[in-house]
């Protein structure tokens, strides 16, 4: 089940988003059963030391991905995999959603070298890449499951050379390490996403057929002063997948 308070996940994800993907993970993982039934708001709190606000903000997000339903009076239950489709509900609405994606999930990166941005991908990009990129594909996988829920190229460009120099391929999370070695700071984020055929090359590594729906999210990630330094292209399977984004309405 999931860590207790003393496993905190450091960083500068708030503390709401760090327990929602905790419990998202004992979720998908099978954990809560008639035997192990969901914990209250006041059992949560004790658990993960922290505020029921903390609480109640990781459960909304939890109920708005279609994992969990609240009802007044009778506590929360988990949904079944059938009434939501059976695919990984992502939350990918802030960075903080972003960083988290990583959690519960188990990827090795391969250096393809040195290149110029594929022109498919430079004519989808508003803003100038130029310069020379340094390429990487990896494979991710739910830790709970085999099969591929994402096939991704990353692009970083090559003022970021010396710290990639240094990356541990095995780690996963390519960013996050480059945070460390290089000092860079995300400013924004814009997302592009599409629903296309996989191509033989993406059917191959998500190990579906050719021409299966896939989502692609096409990602340029840009420093505080406006400058692009990674470019990501993810391809996830039709029905692996599920994208979820929260909307606040502001009063």
Not at 25 to 32: C, K, Q, S, V, W
Request: proline letters at 6%; glycine letters at 8%; aromatic letters at 6%.
């Amino acid at each position: 089940m999931a860590s207790k308070a003393a496993e905190k996940k450091p960083g500068k994800i708030p503390r709401y988003l760090q327990l929602a993907g905790e419990l998202r993970e004992d979720i998908l993982a099978g954990a809560y059963t008639k035997d192990s039934p969901f914990p209250t708001e006041t059992q949560l709190c004790r658990d993960y030391d922290v505020s029921r606000y903390t609480v109640r903000e990781a459960l909304r997000r939890l109920e708005n991905e279609g994992l969990i339903q609240r009802k007044r009076g009778s506590g929360t239950t988990v949904q079944p995999a059938a009434a939501r489709g059976g695919a990984l509900h992502q939350p990918l609405s802030n960075v903080g959603e972003l960083l988290q994606y990583a959690a519960g999930s188990k990827v090795t990166y391969a250096h393809l070298g040195a290149c110029k941005l594929p022109a498919k991908i430079a004519e989808q990009i508003a803003d100038p890449v130029p310069g020379q990129w340094s390429c990487y594909h990896g494979v991710r996988r739910h830790e709970a499951d085999a099969l591929p829920i994402a096939a991704t190229h990353a692009y970083f460009h090559e003022r970021l050379s010396d710290a990639l120099s240094q990356l541990d391929l095995a780690k996963g999370t390519l960013f996050s390490q480059l945070e460390q070695l290089a000092g860079i700071r995300i400013g924004r984020i814009t997302q592009d996403i599409q629903a296309i055929p996989a191509t033989e090359a993406v059917a191959e590594a998500l190990e579906i057929e050719a021409n299966e729906p896939v989502l692609r999210i096409l990602r340029c990630y840009y420093a505080p002063e406006g400058d692009i330094f990674e470019i990501s292209v993810s391809h996830h399977p039709g029905d692996r997948f599920a994208y979820a984004m929260h909307i606040d309405v502001d009063g």
